[in-house]
């Protein structure tokens, strides 16, 4: 049983449509409401503006309302077909790809919720219940093959949630450091390089802050020598630039070029290359070119100048403008083609040049631009606007289809490769099919693509729902890190190390304090006591030896000094931090020594003459490798030697005729007197 609650008067007719699941319904309000039948929930309406007495259906196209002095025909054109419910207005859709698996459709709603569904069947795979503050989420990182997604809160920090169960899970939280470190975007970006073992892939994680900065958030081996000052002011747009494989059948997995705009009015397209150093693989991000907004007169005008979206696939740069506070006039999506050019005659590799492409002013959306999505292997560009309309552009900004919703939509985005749209059109997702939009003469780009794009239109099932996990957020209980990479990889290696260890003492029978010290980027464990005699002999010869100018240095190992510098495969991060004490408190179990114990060990081994005090202490380390026979106050119970080189018994000195000596008891007369 269910009830459509929604009119304001009498209802004066009920219809059913004959193919779709679609129930008619009008009032006395001066409304027809067409409801859906699978989801319960109302679809559209139409205002007529005086009562409405009866209503029936012509055709599957056609239906007419009956007023007091009209009858009325209208067409149903039904250019959308019902994708999914989500129970809330869509403010973001996106496509999120991945190598080697099936695309998925992530869909944010305004009461904080995050959906995501299968592109095939429009089924929710596994939900973000809403938080407690009921945020709206616009900008997400989402690694598929990880089952990790990556999401900006309002006070400019992170959450990272598991995807693998339904519903997700948050992780982590990773906060900066300082306010203008603060997030506002991220960006997803896979990359392809190559190492000594050959093809590798990485999925990077960047991130726009509001101090103009684009830092590298997250990697699972890659490395950014320190973050890319991008922009003059806060970094409001961050996106990936899509290419079409050398076959034209196919986009490639990976990316190497991003585009961003800022607060500065400036526009700029980078190269994302990975790269081989000291057998470390570096991110380098270099600028290809930089466009400024406020350049062109028209822009000075009527536009603010800063880019409110942007897009970019093979050379074509879309950026969708804001509005001017002073003329509100028009909100413009305006392209540019990035041309290469030549020199002296000649071409210059990396050395391109911005032509803007245009359209009629009159073609512009009437008002603000709420999202843009492209879709590269047919060349088209989708925006979305408050005004209701939805348009499609080809590459050369060419207005191609308008597709009125007579409601404002904020959120649309390419579902495949082949062309089709979702809108997120009132309570639910709308699908418009290629074939309903596109051109005739544009139709056979669709027939040149074959097979090859229906790949990926694999169906999935959702996340098993485990209707016992705890539905709402509570930020103080997650796990709180860093969010630089290098000092959030940092404390998670304390973390693991405090874990092992607790593991390793549990099992000691002793009560013995251990100490760790990182060598050669390793994390090793030895007794207290004996890195406390090390250290404190390393640095005592080490100052005899400098006091006394000796031509040779005792600590110091193939070029690199204990005092001042790491170990040849060391890394930075981990000698910076190496080089301070540090304690952890967990229980008093561990605290991080000075790299000096490993190199003065490593010493002891091979650089320098074993003298009685190196001797000493060489004896003591390889005592750990042997089972525990010595006692923690050096005494060695004689059961233990018996035990271990298994003795035998002893025969007495004495035979049986000859018994030892005994005492002989003694007899004592005591005499008494009576008085």
């Known amino acids: 049983m269910n009830s459509f609650i929604a009119h304001h008067g009498p209802v004066t007719g009920l219809e059913a449509h004959m193919n779709d699941p679609l129930l008619f319904s009008c009032s006395h309000d001066g409304t027809v409401r067409i409801w859906r039948l699978d989801t319960l929930q109302i679809f559209t309406r139409l205002d007529v503006g005086e009562k409405i007495y009866k209503m029936g259906l012509l055709s599957i196209a056609e239906f007419y309302i009956q007023t007091k002095k009209d009858i009325l025909v209208y067409s149903l054109n039904q250019f959308y077909q019902f994708f999914s419910p989500v129970e809330s207005e869509t403010k973001r859709l996106m496509n999120c790809r991945a190598k080697g698996r099936q695309n998925r459709i992530l869909g944010s709603t305004e009461d904080g919720s995050v959906r995501l569904f299968s592109p095939v069947t429009g089924l929710t795979l596994t939900i973000i219940y809403p938080m407690a503050s009921f945020q709206v989420l616009t900008s997400f990182s989402y690694d598929i093959h990880q089952g990790r997604l990556l999401t900006v809160l309002t006070d400019g920090s992170v959450i990272v949630f598991n995807t693998t169960t339904n519903p997700c899970k948050a992780k982590e939280l990773w906060s900066p450091s300082r306010e203008d470190e603060q997030v506002n975007i991220l960006l997803q970006v896979p990359v392809e390089f190559t190492t000594d073992e050959g093809p590798s892939f990485d999925n990077l994680v960047l991130a726009g802050l509001r101090n103009g900065q684009i830092t590298l958030c997250e990697a699972a081996v890659c490395s950014l020598h320190e973050p890319i000052q991008a922009h003059e002011g806060a970094v409001m747009c961050l996106e990936s630039c899509l290419n079409v494989s050398d076959s034209g059948k196919l986009l490639r997995d990976t990316v190497d070029r991003i585009v961003s705009g800022g607060t500065d009015q400036y526009v700029k397209v980078w190269s994302v290359v990975v790269q081989l150093e000291r057998k470390k693989l570096f991110v380098n991000v270099t600028l290809v070119i930089k466009i400024l907004l406020s350049s062109v007169p028209l822009f000075q005008i009527l536009l603010s100048s800063v880019p409110l979206m942007l897009c970019m696939y093979s050379d074509i740069v879309c950026v969708a403008l804001s509005e001017n506070k002073e003329f509100r006039r028009r909100w413009p999506l305006v392209m540019y083609k990035l041309v290469p050019m030549n020199r002296t005659g000649r071409s210059s590799p990396g050395y391109v040049m911005p032509l803007q492409m245009s359209h009629p002013v009159d073609e512009d959306h009437t008002h603000e631009l709420t999202a843009l999505d492209k879709c590269p292997m047919i060349n088209l560009v989708v925006t979305s606007g408050k005004d209701g309309f939805v348009k499609v552009w080809s590459r050369n900004n060419e207005l191609l289809r308008e597709m009125n919703f007579a409601t404002p939509i904020y959120a649309v985005c390419f579902a495949n490769d082949r062309g089709d749209i979702l809108v997120g059109y009132g309570t639910n997702v709308c699908s418009v099919s290629v074939v309903n939009y596109l051109p005739i ?102 100052k005899s030896k400098s006091s006394k100018k000796r031509s040779y240095d005792l600590v110091k190992i193939a070029g690199e000094s204990v005092n001042t510098s790491p170990t040849s495969n060391q890394s930075p991060e981990s000698t910076e931090n190496s080089q301070k004490l540090e304690f952890f408190y967990s229980e008093n179990l561990l605290q991080v020594y000075p790299f000096e114990v490993g190199v003065t060990i490593r010493a002891l081994e091979s650089h320098l003459p074993k003298g009685p005090i190196v001797m000493r202490l060489l004896q003591e380390r390889d005592l750990l490798k042997k089972e525990p026979i010595i006692a923690p106050d050096g005494y060695i119970p004689n059961s233990v030697i018996r035990k271990k080189f298994k003795l035998e018994k002893a025969t007495p000195r004495w035979t049986e005729k000859e018994k030892p000596f005994e005492l002989k008891p003694v007899c004592v007369i005591c005499s008494y007197q009576f008085a």
């Open 441 to 542: 003469r544009l139709l056979k780009n669709l027939l040149d693509l074959g097979s090859y794009t229906y790949k990926k239109d694999i169906r999935e099932l959702p996340v098993t729902f485990e209707n016992r996990r705890e539905t709402w957020l509570d930020l103080t209980k997650l796990k709180s890190y860093s969010l630089d990479i290098y000092n959030r990889r940092w404390q998670r290696l304390e973390e693991d190390v405090i874990q092992r260890l607790k593991h390793a003492t549990e099992k000691t029978t002793t009560h013995r304090r251990f100490v760790i010290y990182i060598d050669g980027g390793t994390t090793k464990l030895i007794r207290k006591d004996l890195a406390d005699r090390l250290l404190s002999w390393a640095r005592g010869v080490n």
